[in-house]
């Protein structure tokens, strides 16, 4: 079992920048190194969706469209945490803000949320305009 707590969220206004962070624990088993961590998130009314991953394999990256030059999501395996930099916010990344870790190496799998095995609780990001 993996616990995931996020922080960070809060009242930005448009065009500020905001980091997440998620710190992970795990009571035993597999080194938070050898997950693959995500941020997704969901808005009022809408369907959570995929904001980014970074695969424990290679640490390699990929971000939503929506998101692609704005957010930037590293990790520190040293500190069991990983963070996403959010910057040129805008009143559409309004949302609960969920991190998820999986074993999976695959971005399709992680991003369609079919491999995702843990889940935050999420914080609260909100963009005044």
């Known amino acids: 079992q993996v616990q995931l707590v996020e922080s960070g969220g809060g009242l930005v206004q448009a065009g500020g920048s905001l980091r997440l962070s998620c710190a992970a624990s795990?009571?035993?088993?597999?080194?938070?190194?050898?997950?693959?961590m995500a941020w997704f998130r969901q808005a009022p009314g809408k369907e959570r969706e995929f904001v980014a991953t970074i695969t424990w394999i290679d640490n390699r990256a990929y971000y939503a469209e929506s998101v692609k030059g704005r957010f930037t999501i590293s990790r520190d395996n040293a500190k069991n945490t990983v963070y996403l930099q959010m910057n040129s916010l805008q009143p559409e990344d309004t949302a609960d803000y969920y991190c998820?870790?999986?074993?999976?190496?695959?971005?399709?799998?992680?991003?369609?949320?079919?491999?995702?095995?843990?889940w935050g609780k999420g914080t609260l990001v909100t963009v005044s305009s």
């Open positions: 998820a870790a999986a074993t999976s190496v695959s971005y399709s799998s992680i991003s369609t949320q079919t491999r995702v095995d843990y």
């Open positions: 795990a009571a035993t088993g597999r080194a938070f190194s050898t997950y693959s």
